[in-house]
């Protein structure tokens, strides 16, 4: 019985990890399509965009 509550705990945990890998992971792709976090709105913009297209705000230009 101990042992089974065990399993599914770890079970439970790796489901969690990998939940939260794939959230990343899909962060990441979507930074990588539509750009950059807009720091003033927080939506994505294109990583060349000088203007937020959102809200207007004006967006640090950086080619890294
Ligand atoms: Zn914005």
Redesign the pocket.
């Known amino acids: 019985m101990v042992f089974l509550i065990a399993v599914v705990a770890i079970v439970g945990v790796a489901l969690i990890l990998f939940k939260a890998r794939q959230r990343s992971r899909a962060r990441a792709a979507a930074r990588e399509k539509y750009g950059k976090p807009?720091?003033?709105?927080?939506?994505y913009?294109h990583p060349a965009a000088a203007i937020?297209?959102?809200?207007?705000?004006r967006l640090p230009t950086s080619k890294a």
């Open positions: 807009c720091p003033s709105c927080g939506k913009v937020c297209k959102h809200c207007y705000a």
